[in-house]
């Protein structure tokens, strides 16, 4: 059975930083691609930053500069630290597994930016 378990969310000040962990199990983690999704209410699904089994890595134009994305393929861990966070950074942010015609996601790890 394949899970990803989202971890790291919470409530932060503008400006502050969060890293938020994916657990992984299941899957042949090191082939998959991994990503960092988010949803603010009201809006639709939107990528933050994916990073592959090459450790190559790409992000949303709206995070350049800001977030991190990284894995431990030892511990079946994606990893997406925030930095300079603002208020439209806020919603529940997902992990995302990818693999040809395989893709899974977790339960979503809520994110609020608030003074």
């Known amino acids: 059975q394949v899970q990803l378990v989202e971890s790291g969310g919470g409530l932060v000040q503008p400006g502050g930083s969060l890293k938020l962990s994916c657990a992984a199990s299941?899957?042949?983690?090191?082939?998959?691609?991994m990503g960092w999704y988010r949803q603010a209410p009201g809006k639709q699904r939107e990528l933050v930053a994916t990073?592959?089994?090459?450790?190559?890595?790409n992000y949303a134009d709206f995070v350049k500069g800001r977030f991190t994305v990284s894995r431990d393929n030892a511990k079946n861990t994606v990893y997406l630290q925030m930095n300079s966070l603002k208020p439209d950074d806020m919603g529940v942010y997902y992990c995302?597994?990818?693999?040809?015609?395989?893709?899974?996601w977790g339960q979503g790890t809520q994110v609020t930016v608030s003074s």
């Open positions: 299941g899957i042949a983690f090191g082939l998959y691609v």
């Open positions: 995302n597994a990818r693999l040809f015609i395989q893709n899974y």
């Open positions: 990073i592959t089994s090459n450790v190559n890595t």
